[in-house]
């Protein structure tokens, strides 16, 4: 077998070695620098950024247990390189390069359909002609990649390492979606969601883009923190329902963003409403109102008012949001009116 061979048969092989808690690769994720072949000795140069020693143990094992019975290789010499990842806390919020607005869609309390509204909000903005990406930065429930239709794993990009993102529906999108399998839980601790949080940002190669939609996951966390503190937000649209139980939380997600000096660009209230198919039938099943008191209460815009669609849940569920439906909603309407209100607001 020529050098070819052998490079080829090590790559398959090691295509085989999983990163700890991911469905994807150590050659996906662009992991493996170098490789030679020294007569029967393998080595393979890595370079990774985890703060978790127990990370190259378990890949270095794998790695061995891949290349066992493997004729041509009779040991292996790793030389794993464990890079810090690089903070930017310490210089304060920065803007990500090439991008023109940055705006996150966040709520306070989950299940109130945030990122349904980020989802139809970003690939709305892109039909009416702006470049738009989206970045799904909740890490624990990531839906985004379900909601576009994405079924695009993760590529990295030659020479820079930087991970490209998919194109849906016009949008650039970036998820932990398509990095986990549909049934892999995303385990991770402290340090790891801020640095895989950051990586999201800075280490996908978005090129220009005019604005970027963060979808936030709900509560006021470690993510939330880790983006207000490091990215310079344009602002927020905060989504909520019309019951107390949701403006609560709402609040408290106004607070955190005003504590930083980010804007808000608006409310959405979602599930406002519930029109009987075929009738004139309004059924308000979680109040009515809310958004509206809290808008004014908080002397912000209220953006628009989003009935309870089946239609908006089907169009998510298939992966082509609602906007993009064949026959028009009311769902459908109100947020191509949201859409226009927020690019008259950034531009």
Not at 51 to 57: C, Q
Not at 129 to 138: A, I, P, S, W, Y
Not at 179 to 208: C, H, I, K, N, Y
């Amino acid at each position: 077998m020529g050098t070819d061979g052998w490079r080829d048969e090590v790559i398959t092989r090691l295509r085989g070695v999983k990163y700890p808690g991911f469905s994807r690769d150590i050659i996906s994720f662009g992991l493996v620098q170098d490789m030679v072949m020294e007569g029967s000795d393998l080595k393979l140069k890595l370079k990774l950024t985890t703060p978790d020693p127990a990370v190259p143990e378990k890949i270095g094992k794998e790695i061995r247990d891949a290349l066992k019975g493997y004729a041509l290789v009779k040991s292996v010499t790793l030389e794993i390189e464990v890079a810090p990842p690089q903070s930017t806390a310490s210089t304060g919020p920065q803007g990500i390069e090439g991008v023109k607005k940055i705006v996150a869609v966040a709520s306070g309390k989950g299940g109130v359909g945030k990122s349904t509204v980020a989802a139809n909000l970003a690939v709305q903005m892109a039909r009416d002609g702006l470049k738009v990406g989206l970045c799904d930065c909740d890490l624990y429930g990531p839906s985004q990649a379900l909601m576009l239709g994405c079924r695009e794993g993760i590529r990295v990009e030659e020479g820079t390492e930087r991970i490209v993102p998919a194109e849906c529906h016009g949008v650039k999108l970036m998820s932990m979606g398509m990095l986990l399998g549909d049934d892999s839980p995303a385990a991770l601790r402290g340090p790891m969601v801020t640095r895989f949080t950051q990586q999201f940002l800075r280490q996908v190669a978005w090129g220009e883009l005019d604005v970027l939609v963060l979808d936030l996951p709900p509560g006021t966390g470690d993510i939330q923190l880790t983006i207000v503190q490091t990215v310079a937000l344009d602002g927020a649209v905060i989504v909520t329902t019309p019951q107390e139980v949701a403006l609560v939380d709402a609040r408290k997600a106004i607070a955190m963003f005003r504590k930083v000096n980010v804007a808000i660009l608006g409310l959405v209230e979602n599930m406002s409403f519930f029109l009987v198919p075929g009738t004139n039938q309004k059924h308000e099943i979680f109040g009515s109102g809310g958004g509206r008191r809290e808008a004014e209460r908080q002397k912000v815009s209220l953006l628009g008012e989003i009935p309870l669609d089946p239609e908006a849940r089907k169009c998510g569920d298939d992966g082509k949001p609602v906007v993009l439906g064949p026959s028009p909603s009311e769902a459908a309407e109100i947020f191509v009116l949201i859409a226009q209100k927020l690019k008259k607001i950034l531009f």
